[in-house]
Every structure is written in structure tokens, then in C-alpha cells.
């Protein structure tokens, strides 16, 4: 079986207020290219399909747009699970329609039960060529509601003991796969599942982003929900392939060639900029090595972001412009200057951002620079780029706990405290959307 895997679109992302409706539209023709090309049977999409809750109508028509269009091509399923940044109720919302057209979308666990989550993959001739388990991004409340809830309808009254989060999950995996491998039966075909949480043991990071970690600017939000540091043991290995969702950048789970994350096909934060946006085309089998291909999205936008000294970015930026006269592309910059002395930085650049080819959208300056020129803090604006509203938030945060965010572990500690009151935010806006 030949499948694509993709994840983290986001789509209706604002990233610094850019507009970036023809980037999606681009990205979109373009996936639809590669699926032709391929020859993929199956489309996976493992969760944050969307960026908010609530997606603006422009971002769900160009979904459902999308979806239509994969109508008249080869690949004759599509798998589409909810992400922490998804609304479950949103994405379940249009499921029957979906389920006639060979579209399985599970937006989140809540009312299912193992079954459910559990989808046989047919080719165009409506022959079996796979099974897949979707699996959606859980917070620990609905995986806690979905086993009490599966007891009950068991006429289970007994009163085990509590299991911690992680045996809940590794418990859901091994059930679907459990049920997958019934279903199956004596047919030779492979077993693939889904997920959107945030794994142990990833490799294949560059510096660049490592770095990124540490300023907390890289909009790869990797701990986003409750279902964090998740050891590959969850995974049955008899999986042939697990499709995960959450960080944004390619990478496998402990060395595994059968547990990947996609990425994201979007830079997300200008730290990301020159990381390479990927999908993979994936040939599966039954208890073989998968085969995979890590195919580079085409860019249609370019992001830059320069560090260094006054001069050094100045001559970046007119080097750009050069690059851009010859090849022009719809660019943002990001501007950090890490060292020299405190200034204005809109002034600074005036002449060189008179350029049409290329728009600034933030300008920073590091830390030691900021303490130069405002004495007894830690940080200051000195420009509208300067900092986005979760930086001024997570400053807020690190103010009331009195932690330094210049601190690496004090910074983890502020990150968990900011996702928290995102998870009951997201979780606020879910119910209220359910009540409607």
C-alpha cells in the first residue's frame, strides 16, 4: 500500500498577521500533484488540520475544497484525525457525508469506542489493501472518560485501580491494534495508526531549531496538551507504520524506521525558517520495513530570519533584495541584533526596508543589548515587532511565578504553565461549541 503523510497544516495561520491564503492554495495544488505522481492509495493527515477552534470560513473551504478535488485521482481513502489546535466537534461534524466518500475523519474519541477508531483501507476496486487505527490527540480527561465509559457499556462494576495517563494510552493503542488485527484476519495486509502527541526519543534536529527551543519563539509548540513525553513502548510493534502529529519537523521516534512525524508542510515561526518542509510517501506492507520517501514541499513563500550586527544585517538585507530582483518571491524577514549597541531598529533600517521586494515583520534585539540600554530589566519593546501577544503572555506568566525566562529550565517550567491555560482554553471554547 502506498500512502502520503502529512500533518500540522494549521490552516488559517496568521503567523505575524501574514496573510497566507495563497500559500495554503499553493501547497494544496501542489500535495494534490505529488499524490498523482506517487500513485498514493491513502492520504493521512495526523492532526492540527486547523489552527484554531474556530477556522475562518476561507480556511474551511479551502479544506473541503481540497478534500473534493482528491475525488477524481487514484487515492481512494483519506485519514483525518484531530490535533490539540483542532476542534473535535468541528472536524466530526460533516462524518456521515464524509464516510460516503471513503473519508474517515476522527476529530477526537469522545462518544466512540475502540471499534470506531479502527478503518479498513480499500483501492479504487473496493478490494482491502490495509487497515488503519485512527487515533486522534487526547487530553487525559477524555482518554480517562473514554475507558469509564467503555466499562460501563461492559456492565463492568468492578472498582480496579486507577491507571496512570501513559497505561491508558499504551492500553488504547494495544486495543486498537488488538481489534485491527481481528478484523484483519488471514489476509497478508499491513496495519498502519495514527497519532498527535509529543514522543520521547526524536532525532534528526539541527541546531537551528535546538536553538530556537531555547528563545521559545520556534512556533513548533511541542508540548501543547497534556499527552507529552509519550515512550515508543505505546506502540504495539506490530504496527507497520504509525503516522504521528505535533512537532514540526521531520523526525523519527528512537531510531524507528516504522514511528515518524511528517512535520509541518509551513514554517510556523521565523526560528523554522530554514528548516526543510516535508510529506513523506510511504510504501507499507505486512510485517516489512516500510519504504520511505521524504519529499521537500515547494516553496511558494520564502521566510528569512538574520542575526548578527548592525552591519552584518544590513548587508543581508541588501544581498536579499539582490536575490530577490532575480528571483522574485513573496518574502518576511525577521531581524535580531545580537550584538553592538542599543538602538532603534526601525530607524536603523529605514533605508534598506524601503525595498518593495521583501517586508520586515519583526525586529529584536538580544537580551545583553536590551540591558544596555534599559537598566534594571530583563526585557523591553523597543519596536511593534518586537514581541507576538503569547510572548507578552508567557511574560506575564514568568513575572507572577518570579521565574527568568533567560533561564532554560525556569523557561520549561513557564512553557508547562502557558500550555496549561491553553489546554483549558481550547477546552473552554470545545464546550461552549457543543452547547451552541
Same mark, same amino acid.
Given at each position: 500500500?502506498?500512502?502520503?503523510h502529512?500533518?500540522?497544516?494549521?490552516?488559517?495561520?496568521?503567523?505575524?498577521?501574514?496573510?497566507?491564503? =495563497?500559500?495554503?492554495?499553493?501547497?494544496?495544488?501542489?500535495? =494534490?500533484?505529488?499524490?498523482?505522481?506517487?500513485?498514493?492509495?491513502?492520504?493521512?493527515?495526523?492532526?492540527?488540520?486547523?489552527?484554531?477552534?474556530?477556522?475562518?470560513?476561507?480556511?474551511?473551504?479551502?479544506? %473541503?475544497?481540497?478534500?473534493?478535488?482528491?475525488?477524481?485521482?487514484?487515492?481512494?481513502?483519506?485519514?483525518? $484525525?484531530?490535533g490539540?489546535?483542532?476542534?473535535?466537534?468541528?472536524?466530526?461534524?460533516?462524518a456521515?457525508?464524509?464516510?460516503?466518500?471513503?473519508?474517515?475523519?476522527?476529530?477526537?474519541?469522545?462518544?466512540? =469506542?475502540?471499534?470506531?477508531?479502527?478503518?479498513?483501507?480499500?483501492?479504487?476496486?473496493?478490494?482491502?489493501?490495509?487497515?488503519?487505527?485512527?487515533?486522534? %490527540?487526547?487530553?487525559?480527561?477524555?482518554?480517562?472518560?473514554?475507558?469509564?465509559?467503555?466499562?460501563?457499556d461492559?456492565?463492568?462494576?468492578?472498582?480496579?485501580?486507577?491507571a496512570?495517563?501513559?497505561?491508558?494510552?499504551?492500553?488504547?493503542?494495544?486495543?486498537?491494534?488488538?481489534?485491527?488485527?481481528?478484523?484483519?484476519?488471514?489476509r497478508?495486509?499491513?496495519?498502519?495508526a495514527?497519532?498527535?502527541?509529543?514522543?520521547?526519543?526524536?532525532?534528526?534536529r539541527?541546531?537551528?531549531?535546538?536553538?530556537?527551543d531555547?528563545?521559545m519563539?520556534?512556533g513548533?509548540?511541542?508540548?501543547?496538551?497534556?499527552?507529552?513525553?509519550?515512550?515508543?513502548?505505546?506502540?504495539? #510493534?506490530?504496527?507497520?507504520?504509525?503516522?504521528?502529529?505535533?512537532?514540526?519537523?521531520?523526525?523519527?521516534?528512537?531510531?524507528?524506521?516504522?514511528?515518524?512525524?511528517?512535520?509541518?508542510?509551513?514554517?510556523?515561526?521565523?526560528?523554522? !525558517?530554514?528548516?526543510?518542509?516535508?510529506v513523506?510517501?510511504?510504501?507499507?506492507?505486512?510485517?516489512?520495513?516500510?519504504? /520511505?520517501?521524504?519529499?521537500?514541499?515547494?516553496?511558494? $513563500?520564502?521566510y528569512?530570519?538574520f542575526?548578527g550586527?548592525?552591519?552584518?544585517?544590513?548587508?543581508? /538585507?541588501?544581498?536579499?533584495?539582490?536575490?530577490?530582483? !532575480?528571483?522574485?518571491?513573496? #518574502?518576511?524577514?525577521?531581524?535580531? /541584533?545580537?550584538?553592538?549597541? %542599543?538602538?532603534?531598529?526601525?530607524?536603523?533600517?529605514?533605508?534598506?526596508?524601503?525595498?518593495?521586494?521583501?517586508?520586515?515583520?519583526?525586529?529584536?534585539?538580544?537580551?545583553?543589548?536590551?540591558? =544596555?540600554?534599559v537598566?534594571?530589566?530583563?526585557?523591553?519593546? $523597543?519596536?511593534?515587532?518586537?514581541?507576538?501577544?503569547?510572548?507578552? %503572555?508567557?511574560?506575564?506568566?514568568?513575572k507572577?511565578?518570579?521565574?527568568?525566562?533567560?533561564?532554560?529550565?525556569?523557561?520549561?517550567? $513557564?512553557?508547562?504553565?502557558?500550555?496549561?491555560?491553553?489546554?483549558?482554553?481550547?477546552?473552554?471554547?470545545?464546550?461552549?461549541?457543543?452547547?451552541a
Amino acid at each position: 500500500m502506498k500512502l502520503i503523510h502529512t500533518a500540522d497544516w494549521h490552516l488559517g495561520n496568521m503567523m505575524h498577521d501574514i496573510d497566507r491564503t =495563497k500559500e495554503t492554495e499553493s501547497f494544496l495544488a501542489w500535495l =494534490k500533484s505529488e499524490i498523482e505522481r506517487v500513485g498514493a492509495q491513502t492520504l493521512v493527515i495526523a492532526g492540527d488540520v486547523f489552527d484554531v477552534v474556530s477556522p475562518t470560513v476561507i480556511a474551511r473551504k479551502m479544506y %473541503f475544497r481540497f478534500l473534493a478535488s482528491l475525488l477524481a485521482t487514484k487515492c481512494s481513502n483519506i485519514v483525518i $484525525v484531530g490535533g490539540n489546535h483542532d476542534s473535535g466537534v468541528l472536524l466530526d461534524a460533516p462524518a456521515d457525508l464524509l464516510d460516503a466518500l471513503n473519508i474517515k475523519v476522527v476529530g477526537s474519541i469522545n462518544g466512540r =469506542k475502540v471499534e470506531d477508531l479502527v478503518v479498513e483501507l480499500k483501492d479504487g476496486d473496493g478490494n482491502v489493501i490495509g487497515i488503519c487505527c485512527a487515533v486522534p %490527540f487526547m487530553r487525559d480527561l477524555e482518554l480517562e472518560h473514554f475507558y469509564k465509559n467503555d466499562k460501563k457499556d461492559s456492565g463492568d462494576s468492578s472498582e480496579s485501580e486507577s491507571a496512570s495517563d501513559d497505561d491508558l494510552l499504551k492500553r488504547l493503542y494495544a486495543d486498537v491494534y488488538r481489534y485491527a488485527v481481528e478484523l484483519r484476519g488471514d489476509r497478508k495486509i499491513p496495519i498502519i495508526a495514527t497519532g498527535h502527541l509529543y514522543a520521547n526519543g526524536l532525532s534528526g534536529r539541527d541546531s537551528t531549531l535546538a536553538e530556537a527551543d531555547s528563545a521559545m519563539d520556534n512556533g513548533v509548540r511541542e508540548v501543547v496538551g497534556t499527552l507529552g513525553n509519550v515512550d515508543i513502548s505505546v506502540f504495539p #510493534t506490530g504496527f507497520d507504520y504509525v503516522a504521528l502529529g505535533h512537532i514540526h519537523y521531520a523526525t523519527n521516534v528512537a531510531g524507528s524506521s516504522k514511528v515518524w512525524y511528517s512535520g509541518s508542510p509551513f514554517v510556523m515561526g521565523f526560528d523554522e !525558517a530554514n528548516y526543510k518542509r516535508r510529506v513523506f510517501a510511504v510504501d507499507v506492507e505486512s510485517g516489512a520495513e516500510p519504504v /520511505l520517501e521524504q519529499i521537500e514541499v515547494e516553496k511558494s $513563500v520564502r521566510y528569512e530570519q538574520f542575526k548578527g550586527d548592525l552591519a552584518t544585517l544590513r548587508k543581508k /538585507l541588501r544581498d536579499l533584495d539582490k536575490e530577490l530582483m !532575480a528571483n522574485p518571491m513573496e #518574502t518576511y524577514v525577521d531581524l535580531l /541584533l545580537t550584538t553592538g549597541e %542599543f538602538v532603534d531598529l526601525s530607524a536603523a533600517f529605514a533605508a534598506e526596508e524601503l525595498s518593495k521586494r521583501f517586508v520586515v515583520k519583526r525586529h529584536r534585539l538580544s537580551r545583553d543589548i536590551l540591558k =544596555k540600554g534599559v537598566s534594571g530589566i530583563d526585557d523591553a519593546v $523597543v519596536s511593534t515587532k518586537q514581541y507576538t501577544d503569547k510572548d507578552y %503572555f508567557r511574560m506575564l506568566i514568568a513575572k507572577n511565578m518570579g521565574k527568568k525566562l533567560e533561564s532554560e529550565s525556569e523557561a520549561k517550567e $513557564v512553557e508547562t504553565v502557558y500550555n496549561k491555560f491553553i489546554d483549558l482554553f481550547n477546552e473552554a471554547i470545545v464546550k461552549a461549541h457543543e452547547n451552541a
